[in-house]
């Protein structure tokens, strides 16, 4: 099927920083290059992360959809679980902070105050859960004696 559009899979089960520097390692080597500062099997420590061979692997990595799209005809680049690894990342950085020195300002400084500057719309958590359509719902069968989350002073009116 050559007219085929394919779909190539960016797993996160590759180890990407690691494989690439191997790559760059590797052909340096085969091109003469002196490759002694560099250790083949620890080219994941970020002791290599501002060198020549990191930042070439990164350029490539970097290129690599592009590449991939030119070279091999990939219509759609996609990366399996993304949302699951970038939580778990931010829940883990998250804890440190927040059972560590930082206490509160470790959510403050590093989550609230950049989804507020960003909008990012989970701000409002409160109405993307449906509290609005909630509260709306029982004003219209209970009328004034509905008990509700709405008024000026909700939370969710705090972020405005």
Not at 116 to 145: L, P, T, W
Request: charged share 25%.
């Amino acid at each position: 099927m050559p007219d085929a559009k394919l779909v190539y899979n960016n797993s996160p089960s590759f180890n990407w920083t690691l494989s690439f520097r191997q790559q760059v390692f590797d052909a340096w080597s085969e091109a003469g290059q002196d490759m002694s500062a560099y250790d083949r099997e620890a080219l994941m420590d970020a002791s290599f992360d501002e060198t020549d061979l990191a930042v070439e692997a990164d350029r490539r990595i970097q290129s690599f959809q592009r590449d991939g799209a030119r070279e091999a005809g990939i219509f759609h680049h996609l990366i399996t679980l993304p949302t699951y690894h970038t939580a778990a990342l931010s829940t883990d950085n998250l804890a440190k902070e927040y059972f560590g020195e930082a206490g509160m300002l470790g959510y403050v400084a590093g989550v609230q105050r950049k989804e507020i500057r960003q909008g990012i719309a989970c701000v409002k958590h409160q109405n993307m859960a449906g509290s609005d359509m909630g509260d709306d719902h029982k004003e219209y069968f209970s009328g004034d004696a509905a008990l509700k989350a709405a008024g000026d002073d909700n939370t969710m009116n705090q972020f405005g």
